[in-house]
């Protein structure tokens, strides 16, 4: 993908190095509305990028000592091709098994699932079914803000901020910036309930494979904008805002949530028997 070159919203000057944001420390907010008012002033500085979110637990660094956002399909330092074709077969069979679970079940948009592979991917991913090429987003900067403070252990969490390029589809290619998004609410059938709550949305590389001659163009570390790192309390929500409630977040009467874990479920007892018959998948 494309690199970008963020404006600084504390100096409103350009950095001369693309790399300050991700080697530098986020920078803290200790409450919603500041966080709020410093993502405004950012959106206004880079107009030409429309801000995306996401919300971690911590910086997840590289070995030289840069933040990492890399598709799931991707993570690993020490990644060999072997191991990175082993994660797409495993796509492959989730696509299929996903696209038989649309057609069983007569849902609506099962030819895109079978046809289009953003579409298969985008739910697969969100779901947590197997390993994508797309990496989870959001405009929701409460929902971010939401994902750094749960299961986190530590003292803060971090948000971290993206800047993409315009869209105007439900699946938009961007070929100057070779980036794909996905709008999670426009390919996901109705009984898909998660992605209301989460506002979500997924990007990727063009054209992405398991053959790559540089796996740091598949990092968004190249979109980055700023981090921000927020308190693990509800100090932070102050008394007039709050996290998206768990059972909003991950509703239990999503039917697109049984369907995926039936598909991970499924293909992990079919790698098993083939391990066990054939030896390692090669």
Same mark, same amino acid.
């Given at each position: 993908?494309?690199?970008?070159?963020?404006?600084?919203?504390?100096?409103?000057?350009?950095?001369?190095?693309?790399?300050?944001?991700?080697?530098?420390? &986020?920078?803290?907010?200790?409450?919603?509305?500041?966080?709020?008012?410093?993502?405004?002033?950012?959106?206004?500085?880079?107009?030409?990028?429309?801000?995306?979110?996401? =919300?971690?637990?911590?910086?997840?660094?590289?070995?030289? =000592?840069?933040?990492?956002?890399?598709?799931?399909?991707?993570?690993?330092?020490?990644?060999? $091709?072997?191991?990175?074709?082993?994660?797409?077969?495993?796509?492959?069979?989730?696509?299929? !098994?996903?696209?038989?679970?649309?057609?069983?079940?007569?849902?609506?948009?099962?030819?895109?699932?079978?046809?289009? !592979?953003?579409? $298969?991917? =985008?739910?697969?991913?969100?779901?947590?079914?197997?390993?994508? &090429?797309?990496?989870?987003?959001? %405009?929701?900067?409460?929902?971010?803000?939401?994902?750094?403070?749960?299961?986190? %252990?530590?003292?803060?969490?971090?948000?971290?901020?993206?800047?993409? &390029?315009?869209?105007?589809?439900?699946?938009?290619?961007?070929?100057?910036?070779?980036?794909? *998004?996905?709008?999670?609410?426009? *390919?996901? &059938?109705?009984?898909?309930?998660?992605?209301?709550?989460?506002?979500?949305?997924? $990007?990727?590389?063009?054209?992405?494979?398991? /053959?790559?001659?540089?796996? %740091?163009?598949? /990092?968004?570390?190249?979109?980055?904008?700023? !981090?921000?790192?927020?308190?693990?309390?509800?100090?932070?929500? =102050?008394?007039?805002?709050?996290?998206?409630?768990?059972?909003?977040?991950?509703?239990?009467?999503?039917?697109?949530?049984? *369907?995926?874990?039936?598909?991970?479920?499924?293909?992990?007892?079919?790698?098993?028997?083939?391990?066990?018959?054939?030896?390692?998948?090669?």
């Amino acid at each position: 993908m494309r690199e970008i070159t963020p404006v600084s919203p504390l100096n409103s000057e350009r950095h001369a190095l693309h790399n300050v944001v991700k080697r530098s420390a &986020p920078q803290p907010v200790n409450s919603y509305p500041e966080l709020v008012v410093a993502a405004a002033r950012l959106a206004y500085l880079n107009k030409d990028s429309l801000l995306f979110f996401r =919300g971690q637990d911590q910086d997840y660094k590289n070995k030289a =000592g840069s933040s990492s956002f890399y598709p799931s399909i991707y993570r690993k330092d020490l990644l060999t $091709a072997r191991e990175v074709r082993q994660r797409f077969d495993t796509l492959d069979r989730s696509v299929r !098994k996903l696209a038989q679970k649309f057609a069983e079940n007569r849902l609506d948009g099962k030819a895109d699932v079978r046809r289009r !592979k953003h579409v $298969a991917w =985008g739910i697969l991913q969100h779901y947590g079914a197997c390993e994508t &090429p797309l990496l989870d987003l959001t %405009q929701s900067l409460r929902a971010a803000c939401t994902f750094a403070q749960r299961k986190n %252990q530590a003292e803060r969490g971090l948000v971290a901020v993206f800047g993409m &390029p315009y869209f105007t589809n439900r699946i938009t290619c961007n070929s100057e910036h070779d980036l794909v *998004i996905v709008r999670l609410l426009s *390919i996901c &059938p109705p009984l898909a309930v998660r992605p209301y709550f989460q506002e979500g949305y997924l $990007a990727g590389t063009l054209d992405v494979s398991d /053959d790559y001659d540089n796996k %740091q163009d598949l /990092d968004f570390n190249n979109r980055l904008l700023a !981090k921000f790192s927020i308190p693990n309390d509800r100090s932070f929500w =102050g008394s007039e805002f709050n996290g998206i409630p768990e059972d909003l977040l991950f509703p239990k009467d999503d039917g697109m949530a049984v *369907i995926c874990d039936e598909v991970r479920r499924e293909v992990e007892r079919e790698t098993i028997s083939v391990f066990m018959s054939d030896g390692p998948v090669s």
